[in-house]
């Protein structure tokens, strides 16, 4: 079967059964290279290849809200982590967005290009950067309806304190949100070209301006939450030039952004959305946790001595860590998603299982070095967010390291849930991505600060809300293992033949 499935494959790579080089464009006969590879190569090294980039493009996507916080934080203390902590849920939601739309136009252009069709898999990126552009288009302006930005900002629980600096960032970086679109939502399709580094240098390149401007704008000039949310915008727009410039000036690349492919047919509008809706589930999911995170921060911290904005600060800064360790595991999910769709989409079932426990492996390395660093650097850690009170840095130390207790083993419950996505089955990754971030979660934050005070009276209420998640953790990784299990039996079925792949 394997061996069928190989020569099915040549012939939709452009090659006969012998390996001759058949149907291919006699302008560019190079063009296939990079993507033929992802069906004949070595997996260890294309994983690699494809993981490094995307796991240090994850980092330094990630970097803008580290970013932002770590300079408002050190410009206006606990005050400007408040008013970034009450924009996040809302920041998250943005995140959603373009990926529900980037990665769901990448998982469609791979599967595509699997099955040796570019013209379609061009139409899904042509298709994805106008659905960018409509998108941004719309939020630009329901940032400035009042009854909008307001309702958004009450379900983020901002305080009276802090409520115009969110307000001010959030609608400064809605204007921006088209480079924010396509800068991180179709850099996917750069990876997906093969071309991992370029991808990685778009991101790099951007988060570098961002440094740039937070330091000129808000540390120089002193323009505040204004300076932090321009400098990001900024950043953006330098990452989202240069990954136009790659689908539309660079040459013999393997996918190009054409007009006549920008026109939006509903059938790929709908494919993008189903296969993206499960990124988008992750991020609208931890948009939804802070939304309530932040609702029960503001009431349980006003009960403690902390205060309600201290405990917005100090567990803002501990979410900001947290995502930031769950980063590299994302982009392990996501260097490998081209590999497991184009190889599922060209029926090399062997690939497909090889790639994803390769993946599973170094999500799960990844996973014990970044929690490994937050127990040993913690202090540290915390100190660069501009949080000098000893009494708030040891409270967010310990609610860090509780948080991350089930770090280590995250990263197979993103892979896991990942694998579906790529692979063609939206509604078990959408389930799979909600179990660790709604599911579970969400009811653990509303019970547990009634139950763990009872039980463990030297815990309050607000120490109930970092204990939930190791707790959810527990419960969606051994929710992902059973799915894992079991698919591995259905691949199975595929390989011998009694089962047809179907997308």
Known sequence: ???????????????????????????????????????????????????????????????????????????????????????????????????????????????????????????????????????????????????????????????????????????????????????????????????????????????????????????VLGMGIAGSALATVCGQAVSCGCVLWYFIMTKNVPLKLH??????????????????????AVQAGMAVVNFVLNALLVKYGAMNPLGSDAALASIGVVQRIAMFTVLPLIGVSIAIQPLLGYNYGAHLFARVKKTLWYGIAGATVLAVFMWALVHIFGTQIVAIFGIADKDLSDFTVFAMEVQLLLLPFVGFQIVGSNYFQATGQPIKSIFLTLSRQIIFLIPLYLLLPDILPVLFPQFTSLDALYFAVPMADFLSIFTTLIFVLWEGRRIGRLESGELAAKF
């Open 1 to 219: 079967m394997e061996e069928q499935a190989r020569q099915r494959t040549n012939i939709s790579l452009g090659q006969d059964s012998t390996g001759s080089q058949v149907g291919k464009d006699p302008l560019n006969p190079n063009r296939d290279t990079k993507v033929n590879r992802m069906g004949t190569g070595s997996l260890p090294r294309l994983i690699t290849e494809f993981a490094i980039p995307s796991i240090i493009g994850m980092l330094v996507n990630g970097a803008y809200n580290v970013i932002d916080s770590i300079f408002l934080g050190q410009a206006m203390g606990s005050i400007g982590l408040a008013a970034a902590t009450a924009a996040n849920p809302i920041m998250i939601l943005f995140v959603a967005v373009a990926m529900l739309v980037g990665n769901g136009g990448n998982a469609l252009a791979a599967l595509r290009l699997g099955e040796g069709s570019r013209v379609e898999a061009e139409r899904s990126l042509g298709n994805t950067v106008m659905l960018s552009i409509i998108i941004s288009v719309v939020i630009a302006i329901l940032a400035y309806v009042p009854f909008c930005i307001d309702s958004l900002l009450s379900l983020s629980s901002a305080t009276p304190e802090v409520w115009d600096y969110a307000r001010t960032f959030i609608q400064i970086i809605s204007v921006g949100f088209i480079f924010q679109c396509i800068g991180m939502g179709v850099n996917n399709f750069i990876r997906t070209a093969g071309a991992p580094n370029r991808a990685l240098i778009t991101m790099v390149v951007g988060a570098v301006f961002c440094v740039i401007f937070n330091y000129l704008f808000v540390m």
């Open 259 to 280: 007009i006549r492919y920008m026109s939006l047919k509903a059938k790929i509008v709908g494919l993008i959305v189903s296969l993206g809706f499960a990124s988008f």
